[in-house]
């Protein structure tokens, strides 16, 4: 994949995050080279490691916060992300 592509995808999950959970701490890393070989990788769809903090995970279990963050991405599993790792927080109390 190119760097290109691989900086798009990055930049439509940051986005759709952003946009769509009110993220306010984004952080993507593509760890697709790490899979080479691997099915997933094969087909063109990428693996990466999402760590995202958003008001909107306040009082969310570990698995609500992480479907909110599937459902913003929707149309990204699958074609584009084959694999992703979330780590989701919600801002500390001021």
């Known amino acids: 994949?190119?760097?290109?592509?691989?900086?798009?995808?990055?930049?439509?999950?940051?986005?759709?995050?952003r946009d769509r959970v009110g993220a306010v701490r984004v952080e993507v890393v593509d760890e697709s080279s790490l899979h080479a070989g691997h099915a997933g990788a094969r087909s063109g769809a990428g693996h990466f490691r999402v760590h995202v903090t958003s008001p909107r995970f306040a009082g969310l279990s570990r698995v609500e916060a992480q479907r909110l963050v599937y459902q913003a991405l929707g149309d990204l599993m699958g074609p584009?992300?084959?694999?992703?790792?979330?780590?989701?927080e919600a801002p500390e109390s001021q």
């Open 80 to 88: 584009e992300i084959h694999a992703l790792a979330l780590h989701c």
């Open 1 to 17: 994949m190119s760097a290109e592509k691989n900086r798009e995808r990055i930049d439509r999950i940051e986005t759709l995050l």
